[in-house]
């Protein structure tokens, strides 16, 4: 049985930072891309990053560039999510995302293998 265990959501100010974990228990996510989401309440899920399997690419949502980091420790089976300088607009309940194409974008969310439960980010003004 593949668990995906996300930690490290929580309440934030303005300006802040989080780092979010996806933990994979069952299989290894050597073999995946993997990515991040989110969902704020009466969206539709979003693309927020994506990392290819060994960590050498990445791509973010211009929403978040320059402000999140996508990386990942596939020693550890982990990959992570950098949040920072958050605004009250990253409030949402993130994600992570296994097996997924890296033509990933903004525009285009094709199937996701794998997702993890969410986790909540709340940002405060």
């Known amino acids: 049985q593949v668990q995906w265990v996300e930690s490290g959501g929580g309440l934030v100010q303005v300006g802040g930072s989080l780092r979010l974990s996806c933990a994979a228990s069952?299989?290894?996510?050597?073999?995946?891309?993997m990515g991040w989401f989110r969902q704020a309440p009466g969206k539709e899920r979003e693309f927020v990053a994506v990392?290819?399997?060994?960590?050498?690419?990445?791509k973010y949502a211009d929403s978040v560039k320059g402000r999140f980091a996508i990386s990942r420790d596939n020693a550890k089976n982990t990959v992570y999510l950098q949040m920072n300088s958050l605004k009250p607009g990253d409030t949402a309940v993130y994600y992570c995302?296994?097996?997924?194409?890296?033509?990933?974008?903004?525009?285009?969310?094709?199937?996701?293998?794998?997702w993890g439960q969410g986790t909540q980010v709340t940002v405060s003004s």
């Open positions: 995302a296994a097996d997924l194409p890296f033509s990933v974008s903004d525009r285009y969310t094709p199937p996701v293998t794998y």
């Open positions: 990392i290819s399997r060994s960590g050498s690419s990445t």
């Open positions: 069952g299989r290894t996510i050597s073999v995946y891309n």
